[in-house]
């Protein structure tokens, strides 16, 4: 796990144990797959929830209620960048950068995002801890280009007046835009 965006140690949890309820749900996760193994990626998405990212105790305690070694844990969970392995913003913003959104302008939807909210070069947090902006590979949504994911929910066709719209919508509470209004234009519908 090691270090944090500025090199320096990332925070640990310190000891940590899954609750009555957790384990109810662990169960229900392990129930759902012909081994134990397979239910990694929803036990670390319970684990992240629960404690915010995944520290090298969350990694550690994981390892046990898997039975696998933490390295292992560690491998499938540095591999998914939807698993925060540092302290986060409350909103993490990952925005593909690779070629279809680069040719529909990645590159001014994250300068415009560095600059509305101030973003450090060196973490990607903003000052208020409120945001995280991460460059990411392909999200699979090229389409729809340029776009972003915010924790789950994928935002597209991406312009400076949507993204102000969303970021007014997180700091304020207000609902947010419909994430993906346009999907019905690419329903597949039966031709006879």
Same mark, same amino acid.
């Given at each position: 796990?090691?270090?944090? @965006? ?9 000891? *940590? ?6 384990? *109810? /749900?662990?169960? !229900?996760?392990?129930? %759902?797959?012909? !081994? ?6 929803? *036990? ?11 520290? !090298?105790? *969350? &990694?550690?305690? #994981?390892?046990? =209620? ?17 698993? /925060? /392995?540092?302290?986060? $913003? %409350? ?12 040719? %529909?302008?990645?590159?001014? &939807? #994250? ?22 902006? !991460? %460059? #990411?590979?392909?999200?699979? @949504? ?7 994911? #915010? ?10 007046? /949507? ?5 007014? $919508?997180?700091? @304020? $509470?207000?609902?947010?835009? =419909? ?12 031709? @006879?």
């Amino acid at each position: 796990m090691g270090s944090h @965006s500025k090199g320096v140690p990332a925070p640990d949890h310190g000891p *940590v144990d899954w609750s009555a309820e957790d384990k *109810v /749900k662990i169960e !229900e996760i392990f129930q %759902r797959y012909p !081994e134990r193994r397979a239910g990694l990626l929803p *036990v670390l998405w319970l684990a992240q929830q629960k404690w915010g990212w995944l520290s !090298e105790s *969350v &990694i550690r305690r #994981v390892g046990l =209620t898997m039975g696998l070694p933490p390295s292992d844990v560690l491998a499938v969970a540095s591999f998914y960048t939807m698993f /925060k /392995k540092e302290p986060t $913003g %409350r909103y993490v913003l990952q925005v593909c950068h690779t070629l279809s959104c680069a040719l %529909r302008g990645a590159d001014q &939807i #994250v300068s415009y995002l560095e600059g509305k909210l101030q973003i450090d070069p060196h973490t990607g947090h903003s000052p208020d801890g409120m945001f995280k902006l !991460e %460059r #990411v590979e392909c999200l699979a @949504s090229c389409g729809s280009a340029p776009m972003m994911q #915010v924790d789950e929910h994928f935002y597209e066709l991406l312009t400076p007046q /949507k993204i102000d719209e969303i970021l007014d $919508g997180f700091k @304020s $509470g207000r609902p947010l835009p =419909t994430p993906r209004p346009e999907a019905d234009q690419w329903t597949w519908n039966r031709v @006879s």
